[in-house]
């Protein structure tokens, strides 16, 4: 009750019309060196380098887990995995066990926290944090959702609207157009009221599909026609952004849930997605917010996935849970100057034991 009220008073003192929209796009088996600014040259990403030139980059941005649903959990909760024991994949086609793998319901999410905080919050795309009764994401804050609640490669392949099968087989091949068509009308629904918006795009994680308004039109493959699409969607978002007038209001972080997999790049570095190695944990993280953050800024102090949690709270002027770790830090200071990092170490897990330990020096 407590922590209810505390949000609640600060949401009334900061005022609706000043409080930032947050879009959080989460890419899935993103690797390091998956975008022209980071190194790209096989195919084209230009929406992606416009946002990266027009706000800020991290160059030594990092998962907590080189796989999906760890990462994801890290992202809603601001904490390691293991503290919550999501240090595995739901899965509906792997089994009992796997089958019943979800965030544990003590978890306070991210959109709990914004939707107190006088938020709308959405969600459209992958959630892979359980897809059991109780566990979806309607049913862990958020107002609405759209998307395959794992990964398009799981069976049943199944598009939920809210908690009700829209879809079945999917026609994986308009998904992120479907997503992306979703996410603009969710922005034009709620322009006038601050929301959060959390878009967790299908590509390109296998099986990789590409609409035909971009098969073909890469010249690197499927791969690369997938990864035109999803910056195409990106493009479209911000165009959004910029006709509802909110370009300036609205803080829009982009990154991807772990390292490449096969067709993708980690950009030179060591391993990839369910590695060890530097490949599985580095990923991109590009940051816009005219006004706020400069444009061209980069940083090369080490971050985490869970920061993005913090990071949000604190640009939304909401407070975090007072009766738990929370291991993000606010790293709004790194997009925006020569801030350090807020971290000594950053570990990285493999499954349920500690794999990794990055320090500054290394």
Same mark, same amino acid.
């Given at each position: 009750m407590i922590f209810r009220l505390l949000l609640t008073t600060c949401a009334v003192a900061l005022g609706a019309a000043e409080r930032p929209n947050v879009l959080v796009i989460l890419a899935d088996d993103l690797g390091y060196g998956g975008l022209g600014c980071y190194g790209q040259t096989r195919y084209q990403t230009p929406h992606l380098d416009r946002m990266a030139a027009e706000g800020a980059k991290l160059t030594h941005f990092n998962c907590?887990?080189?796989?999906?649903?760890?990462?994801?959990? /890290?992202?809603? +909760?601001?904490?390691? *995995?293991?503290?919550?024991?999501?240090? $595995?994949?739901? #899965? *509906? %086609?792997?089994?009992?066990? #796997?089958d019943a793998v979800a965030l544990p319901k003590s978890e306070i999410t991210l959109p709990q926290i914004m939707k107190s905080a006088g938020y709308a919050t959405g969600m459209v795309g992958k959630w892979h944090l359980g897809h059991k009764a109780g566990a979806l994401p309607t049913e862990r804050g958020f107002d609405e959702y759209y998307g395959i609640p794992y990964s398009n490669d799981m069976r049943p392949v199944q598009v939920l609207d809210g908690t009700q099968v829209v879809e079945h087989p999917v026609v994986q091949a308009t998904l992120t157009r479907r997503y992306t068509e979703r996410a603009l009308g969710y922005m034009e629904r709620n322009r006038h009221k601050p929301f959060l918006l959390y878009l967790a795009q299908a590509m390109p994680h296998k099986p990789l599909a590409a609409s035909e308004a971009f098969y073909k039109k890469s010249g690197a493959g499927l791969y690369g %026609?997938?990864?035109?699409?999803? %910056?195409?969607? &990106?493009? $479209? &978002?911000?165009?959004?952004?910029?006709?509802?007038?909110? !370009?300036?209001?609205?803080? &829009?972080?982009?990154t991807s849930d772990n390292g490449a997999t096969f067709g993708g790049s980690t950009g030179g570095l060591r391993g990839m997605k369910g590695s060890s190695y530097e490949g599985g944990y580095r990923v991109p993280m590009v940051a816009r917010w005219p006004g706020?953050?400069?444009?061209?800024?980069?940083? /090369? $102090? *080490?971050?985490?996935?869970? !920061?993005?949690?913090? +990071? &949000?709270?604190?640009? #939304? %002027?909401?407070a975090p849970p007072q009766d738990r770790v929370i291991d993000g830090r606010n790293i709004l200071p790194l997009f925006t100057g020569d801030a350090k990092s807020p971290h000594e170490v950053i570990f990285g897990q493999g499954g349920a034991k500690l794999a990794t330990v990055r320090d500054a020096r290394w």
């Open positions: 907590p887990a080189p796989f999906c649903a760890p990462t994801r959990a /890290a992202l809603m +909760t601001g904490r390691y *995995p293991i503290r919550c024991g999501m240090t $595995q994949n739901p #899965a *509906p %086609d792997g089994g009992p066990a #796997a %026609d997938a990864m035109m699409e999803l %910056d195409w969607s &990106v493009g $479209q &978002v911000l165009a959004k952004l910029k006709e509802l007038g909110l !370009d300036e209001k609205t803080l &829009v972080l982009f706020h953050i400069p444009a061209g800024h980069v940083s /090369a $102090q *080490p971050a985490v996935m869970m !920061d993005l949690f913090a +990071t &949000v709270l604190s640009v #939304a %002027d909401a």
